[in-house]
């Protein structure tokens, strides 16, 4: 998909998803717009050591330039407003505060602002929740969401790739944001169909 994407960070477990979508998206080619809540900050620092602006720049290197900063209280920044031609918008991980602020159209942040305009505007948006078990509340946002359109997309990698280690189980889950938001990428293996060829793959042919 061409055109300038807006990514939220909000306070989900599940920062390392938000961080490896900022690395593959901008060798993609991608620009965004990056909006992080404050529990989206306390998440990245617990759990990928990144506390502060300067500290994921830094991580990212050259691929910072791909993207421009909004703090998460400027509800009138760029990505408030619905003229600014966006592609469509990303959150992951989303919180389950954020998908319901989504749901019932409230409006207290940036990132909340920005995904109700996406909605407004009839763009693309994903949602990446990382939460479980799920109760009927969560479940009955998410389906409302999905009946307008919203792509709802649960951190849950799969495993018939035969996956390494945890990385490749958050490119598994980043690959297929990509794929919904129309970026080209090689980092998720692709499914073939064939019996024999995915055995030979697993090692586990004749078994």
Same mark, same amino acid.
């Given at each position: 998909m061409s055109g300038r994407w807006i990514i939220g960070i909000t306070g989900a477990s599940g920062a390392p998803y938000s961080v490896r979508l900022l690395e593959v998206a901008a060798e993609a080619g991608v620009r965004a717009d990056v909006i992080i809540s404050g529990h989206g900050w306390r998440l990245l620092a617990h759990e990928t050591g990144l506390s502060d602006l300067a500290a994921l720049r830094d991580h990212l290197g050259a691929r910072a330039d791909a993207f421009d900063w909004?703090?998460?209280? $400027?509800? %009138?920044?760029?990505?408030?407003?619905?003229?600014?031609?966006?592609? %469509?918008?990303?959150?992951?991980?989303?919180?389950?505060? &954020?998908?319901?602020?989504?749901?019932?159209?409230?409006?207290?942040?940036?990132?909340?602002?920005?995904? $109700?305009? &996406?909605?407004?505007?009839?763009?693309?948006?994903?949602?990446?929740?990382r939460e479980t078990p799920l109760s009927p509340i969560h479940l009955e946002n998410m389906l409302s969401l999905a009946r307008i359109g919203v792509t709802v997309m649960p951190a849950a990698p799969g495993f018939y790739h035969a996956p390494k280690g945890v990385g490749d189980l958050i490119d598994f889950v980043v690959g297929r944001v990509l794929d919904h938001m129309g970026a080209a990428h090689t980092i998720s293996y692709r499914w073939t169909g064939d019996e024999e060829s995915e055995a030979d793959r697993l090692g586990t042919a004749g078994e």
């Open positions: 909004y703090g998460n209280a $400027d509800r %009138g920044a760029r990505p408030a407003s619905g003229s600014v031609p966006y592609a %469509g918008m990303v959150i992951c991980p989303c919180s389950m505060g &954020t998908l319901s602020a989504v749901a019932h159209g409230s409006s207290r942040s940036l990132v909340e602002r920005a995904a $109700d305009v &996406t909605l407004k505007e009839g763009r693309r948006l994903i949602l990446v929740p």
